[in-house]
Protein backbone atom coordinates (compact mmCIF):
# COMPACT_ATOMS: atom_id res chain seq x y z
CA UNK A 1 0.00 0.00 0.00
CA UNK A 2 1.55 3.23 -0.82
CA UNK A 3 2.05 5.87 2.01
CA UNK A 4 -0.76 8.31 2.69
CA UNK A 5 -0.26 11.44 4.43
CA UNK A 6 -3.19 13.88 5.85
CA UNK A 7 -1.93 17.35 5.66
CA UNK A 8 -3.67 18.24 9.01
CA UNK A 9 -3.58 17.30 12.70
CA UNK A 10 -7.61 16.53 12.34
CA UNK A 11 -7.83 14.12 14.98
CA UNK A 12 -11.19 12.87 13.48
CA UNK A 13 -10.08 12.82 10.22
CA UNK A 14 -7.47 10.86 11.43
CA UNK A 15 -9.62 8.33 13.06
CA UNK A 16 -11.88 7.90 10.63
CA UNK A 17 -8.91 7.23 8.09
CA UNK A 18 -6.98 4.48 10.44
CA UNK A 19 -10.53 3.25 11.15
CA UNK A 20 -11.53 1.74 7.53
CA UNK A 21 -7.30 0.17 7.92
CA UNK A 22 -5.53 3.04 5.90
CA UNK A 23 -2.16 3.44 7.08
CA UNK A 24 -1.57 7.09 7.64
CA UNK A 25 0.77 9.95 9.09
CA UNK A 26 -0.79 13.65 9.73
CA UNK A 27 1.47 16.48 9.08
CA UNK A 28 -0.33 19.79 9.91
CA UNK A 29 -0.51 22.03 6.64
CA UNK A 30 -0.17 25.51 7.92
CA UNK A 31 -1.67 27.28 5.67
CA UNK A 32 -3.58 30.76 6.26
CA UNK A 33 -7.29 29.24 6.05
CA UNK A 34 -8.72 32.56 6.85
CA UNK A 35 -6.81 34.48 4.21
CA UNK A 36 -7.49 32.52 1.38
CA UNK A 37 -10.85 32.24 2.67
CA UNK A 38 -11.55 35.88 2.81
CA UNK A 39 -9.63 36.22 -0.73
CA UNK A 40 -11.91 33.50 -2.35
CA UNK A 41 -15.04 35.08 -0.62
CA UNK A 42 -14.01 38.36 -1.80
CA UNK A 43 -14.41 37.41 -5.22
CA UNK A 44 -17.64 35.36 -4.68
CA UNK A 45 -16.21 31.96 -4.84
CA UNK A 46 -19.10 29.51 -4.45
CA UNK A 47 -18.76 27.35 -1.14
CA UNK A 48 -18.22 24.67 -2.84
CA UNK A 49 -15.19 25.96 -4.54
CA UNK A 50 -14.22 27.68 -1.19
CA UNK A 51 -14.26 24.30 0.64
CA UNK A 52 -12.08 22.83 -2.44
CA UNK A 53 -9.42 25.77 -2.76
CA UNK A 54 -8.68 24.83 0.75
CA UNK A 55 -8.06 21.25 0.77
CA UNK A 56 -5.81 21.39 -2.36
CA UNK A 57 -4.02 24.23 -0.54
CA UNK A 58 -3.09 22.02 2.03
CA UNK A 59 -2.10 19.22 -0.06
CA UNK A 60 -0.19 21.50 -2.07
CA UNK A 61 1.71 22.84 1.19
CA UNK A 62 2.41 19.30 2.78
CA UNK A 63 3.42 17.68 -0.75
CA UNK A 64 5.83 20.37 -1.54
CA UNK A 65 7.60 19.48 1.27
CA UNK A 66 9.55 16.61 -0.53
CA UNK A 67 6.90 14.54 1.78
CA UNK A 68 6.67 10.80 -0.59
CA UNK A 69 3.38 9.05 -1.43
CA UNK A 70 -0.22 10.53 -1.79
CA UNK A 71 -0.95 13.52 0.31
CA UNK A 72 -4.43 14.20 1.58
CA UNK A 73 -5.86 17.46 1.98
CA UNK A 74 -9.42 18.26 3.41
CA UNK A 75 -11.12 20.94 4.81
CA UNK A 76 -15.29 21.63 5.53
CA UNK A 77 -17.39 24.50 4.67
CA UNK A 78 -21.07 25.25 6.31
CA UNK A 79 -22.94 26.84 3.35
CA UNK A 80 -26.20 28.82 5.05
CA UNK A 81 -28.18 30.93 3.14
CA UNK A 82 -26.19 31.20 0.29
CA UNK A 83 -23.05 32.18 2.06
CA UNK A 84 -19.54 30.52 4.36
CA UNK A 85 -20.25 30.38 7.82
CA UNK A 86 -16.64 30.33 9.73
CA UNK A 87 -15.40 29.16 12.86
CA UNK A 88 -16.05 31.87 15.63
CA UNK A 89 -13.28 32.33 18.70
CA UNK A 90 -16.46 33.45 20.95
CA UNK A 91 -19.59 31.38 22.14
CA UNK A 92 -21.73 34.54 21.33
CA UNK A 93 -21.59 34.63 18.21
CA UNK A 94 -21.62 30.59 17.44
CA UNK A 95 -25.20 30.98 19.89
CA UNK A 96 -26.15 33.71 17.40
CA UNK A 97 -25.37 31.36 14.19
CA UNK A 98 -27.47 28.39 15.88
CA UNK A 99 -30.10 31.12 16.55
CA UNK A 100 -30.61 31.87 12.80
CA UNK A 101 -30.18 28.05 11.70
CA UNK A 102 -32.75 26.75 13.64
CA UNK A 103 -35.72 25.99 12.05
CA UNK A 104 -33.96 26.31 8.40
CA UNK A 105 -31.56 23.93 6.69
CA UNK A 106 -27.81 24.27 5.87
CA UNK A 107 -25.17 22.37 4.11
CA UNK A 108 -21.86 20.76 5.22
CA UNK A 109 -19.33 20.77 1.96
CA UNK A 110 -16.55 18.43 2.97
CA UNK A 111 -13.56 18.56 0.26
CA UNK A 112 -11.00 16.32 -0.06
CA UNK A 113 -7.88 16.53 -2.97
CA UNK A 114 -4.80 14.25 -3.05
CA UNK A 115 -1.25 14.98 -4.54
CA UNK A 116 0.62 13.13 -5.80
CA UNK A 117 4.66 13.92 -6.81
CA UNK A 118 3.31 17.13 -5.97
CA UNK A 119 0.11 17.50 -8.66
CA UNK A 120 -3.27 16.85 -7.94
CA UNK A 121 -4.52 13.05 -8.88
CA UNK A 122 -8.00 13.14 -7.43
CA UNK A 123 -10.43 15.68 -5.66
CA UNK A 124 -14.20 15.34 -4.42
CA UNK A 125 -16.72 17.40 -2.45
CA UNK A 126 -18.91 15.55 -0.40
CA UNK A 127 -22.50 16.94 0.51
CA UNK A 128 -24.78 16.68 3.57
CA UNK A 129 -27.49 18.72 4.36
CA UNK A 130 -29.39 19.38 7.59
CA UNK A 131 -32.63 20.71 8.62
CA UNK A 132 -32.14 22.14 12.35
CA UNK A 133 -34.59 21.94 15.05
CA UNK A 134 -36.53 24.92 16.13
CA UNK A 135 -34.49 24.91 19.42
CA UNK A 136 -35.81 27.07 22.30
CA UNK A 137 -33.30 30.15 23.19
CA UNK A 138 -32.79 28.68 26.43
CA UNK A 139 -31.91 25.69 24.94
CA UNK A 140 -29.63 26.84 22.75
CA UNK A 141 -27.82 29.01 25.74
CA UNK A 142 -27.45 25.76 27.45
CA UNK A 143 -26.13 23.82 24.97
CA UNK A 144 -23.50 26.46 24.26
CA UNK A 145 -22.81 26.55 27.77
CA UNK A 146 -22.01 23.14 28.44
CA UNK A 147 -20.25 22.32 25.34
CA UNK A 148 -18.07 25.62 24.47
CA UNK A 149 -14.60 23.21 24.97
CA UNK A 150 -15.57 20.41 21.81
CA UNK A 151 -17.49 22.61 19.71
CA UNK A 152 -15.47 25.72 19.80
CA UNK A 153 -13.21 25.30 16.56
CA UNK A 154 -16.88 23.40 14.85
CA UNK A 155 -18.17 25.38 12.01
CA UNK A 156 -21.80 26.29 13.13
CA UNK A 157 -21.30 25.44 16.76
CA UNK A 158 -22.13 21.75 16.76
CA UNK A 159 -20.79 18.21 16.42
CA UNK A 160 -22.95 15.92 15.51
CA UNK A 161 -21.23 13.26 16.83
CA UNK A 162 -22.46 14.66 20.52
CA UNK A 163 -24.66 16.58 22.15
CA UNK A 164 -25.07 18.71 18.60
CA UNK A 165 -27.23 15.70 17.07
CA UNK A 166 -29.99 16.90 19.43
CA UNK A 167 -29.92 20.28 17.83
CA UNK A 168 -31.01 18.44 14.29
CA UNK A 169 -34.38 17.39 12.51
CA UNK A 170 -32.87 15.85 9.88
CA UNK A 171 -29.64 14.95 8.20
CA UNK A 172 -29.53 14.06 4.54
CA UNK A 173 -26.62 12.55 2.58
CA UNK A 174 -23.58 10.40 3.25
CA UNK A 175 -22.97 10.99 7.75
CA UNK A 176 -19.08 11.02 6.84
CA UNK A 177 -18.76 14.64 5.28
CA UNK A 178 -20.30 15.83 8.41
CA UNK A 179 -17.31 14.75 10.19
CA UNK A 180 -15.41 16.53 7.35
CA UNK A 181 -14.02 13.44 4.85
CA UNK A 182 -15.92 12.08 1.76
CA UNK A 183 -14.57 8.57 3.26
CA UNK A 184 -16.70 6.30 0.99
CA UNK A 185 -15.57 8.56 -2.07
CA UNK A 186 -12.04 8.39 -0.94
CA UNK A 187 -11.90 4.45 -0.41
CA UNK A 188 -13.44 3.39 -3.61
CA UNK A 189 -10.70 5.84 -5.71
CA UNK A 190 -7.91 4.11 -3.52
CA UNK A 191 -9.35 0.93 -4.51
CA UNK A 192 -9.53 1.39 -8.22
CA UNK A 193 -6.12 3.10 -8.18
CA UNK A 194 -4.79 -0.49 -6.24
CA UNK A 195 -3.35 1.31 -3.07
CA UNK A 196 -6.11 -0.73 -1.49
CA UNK A 197 -6.84 -4.55 -2.43
CA UNK A 198 -10.20 -4.63 -4.22
Known amino acids: ?66 VGGLVLGCDQVLEFDGRVISKSERSEDVLEVLKEMRGKRHSLLSAAVIYEDEKPVWRHVGVARLLMRDASDAYLQSYVERNWESIRHSIGGYKLEEEGVRLTARVDGDYFPVLGLPLVELLSYLTWRGTLPR
Open 1 to 66: MSHLTLASKSEIRLALLRNAGLEVNATASRVDEEAIKQSLMAEETKPRDVADALAEAKARKVASKG
